[in-house]
């Protein structure tokens, strides 16, 4: 069963911002946070977490730091 979409938002946005706060700031990389949604069903693919990304990008509600390693 997935959910509706702003339900799936909110989850999204708030799987991040617990994330952030337990690992000091530093976030989640992005297979992390792909594999914890999927396995709580806030999303049923990767295209459908991307574009849910790029709208928290768009509102200013997250940003995206790529990582090299």
């Known amino acids: 069963m997935y959910l ?3 339900k799936m938002m909110i989850l999204i946005l ?3 911002c617990v ?3 337990y690992a000091c700031h530093a ?3 992005y297979p992390d946070l792909y594999q914890k949604c999927r396995e709580c069903f806030y999303v049923n693919s990767d295209v459908a ?3 849910q990304l ?3 990008c ?3 509600l997250v940003r995206i730091k790529k ?3």
């Open 54 to 56: 790029t709208e928290f």
């Open 58 to 60: 768009d509102h200013k």
């Open 27 to 29: 976030g989640l990389s």
């Open 67 to 69: 990582v090299h390693s």
């Open 4 to 6: 509706k979409k702003e």
């Open 19 to 21: 994330a952030v706060v």
């Open 49 to 51: 977490l991307r574009a």
């Open 14 to 16: 708030l799987l991040l």
